[in-house]
């Protein structure tokens, strides 16, 4: 199930913020690509295995993975709502997290100057409940594009997760992002789907 486009409220460091819920990922202030960051300043080790959230939202997805992980693993966020990264990175400083970081960016724009600039593997990509412009005039402004669906498969490393039974019946991440939990109290029904890549591919 999708909800329409609607501005909630946060709180961050005691201000009330309004955060809408959608924005238009074609606008010109989100065209220019975002440079990558120092690897070795947002992540105490650069060479772990990175996970990348597309379109992390509040980041609690990720928060909860890096504080659980064991150490064994980087996760980077990517959100286009700016408010929503400096609220998330502040959490993840005050935490003391050196294994998740947050960026705004665009990933449609963005994602192969950040993640090809990674000095670790690939090892998983997610990108959860996204809106799916079901108007034709809008499928432009879908996030799950073929050239970014191209530049995950040429950074992922061989053997990445995967389900090889096709649709997965249950959620794989040993957690729920809050829009699954707020769906599935709607009665929506969460369809998922996890991919290998098997070989390299060459463009």
């Known amino acids: 199930m999708f909800y329409q486009s609607h501005p909630s409220s946060i709180t961050q460091r005691g201000q009330h913020l309004r955060i809408r819920q959608h924005v238009n990922p074609l606008s010109s202030s989100f ?4 440079e990558p960051p120092e690897w070795k300043e ?3 080790d650069p060479m772990l295995p990175l996970m990348v959230d597309i379109g992390c939202g509040s980041g609690r997805f990720l928060i909860w993975h890096a504080k659980n992980s064991g150490g064994r693993r980087n ?3 990517l959100e286009i709502r700016q408010k929503l990264v400096d609220r998330t990175q502040f959490w993840v400083n005050e935490l003391g997290l050196r294994n998740v970081y947050f960026m705004f960016a665009n990933a449609s724009v963005s994602f192969e100057r950040i993640v090809s600039t990674y000095p670790g593997p690939l090892s998983l990509v997610s990108i959860l409940c996204p809106d799916p412009h079901f108007k034709k005039r809008h499928h432009k402004r879908r996030v799950l594009q073929p050239s970014l669906v191209d ?3 040429k950074n992922l490393y061989l053997g990445g997760q995967c389900d090889k039974e096709g649709w997965l019946l249950d959620n794989p ?8 939990i707020h769906a ?6 969460i369809y998922r789907r996890m991919y290998q890549k098997t070989r390299d591919v060459y463009y």
């Open 31 to 34: 065209s220019e690509p975002t």
């Open 42 to 44: 947002v992540f105490e």
């Open 151 to 153: 530049s995950i498969i």
């Open 173 to 180: 991440m040993e957690i729920r992002t809050e829009r699954e």
């Open 184 to 189: 599935e109290l709607e009665g929506a029904i």
């Open 75 to 77: 996760y980077l966020g």
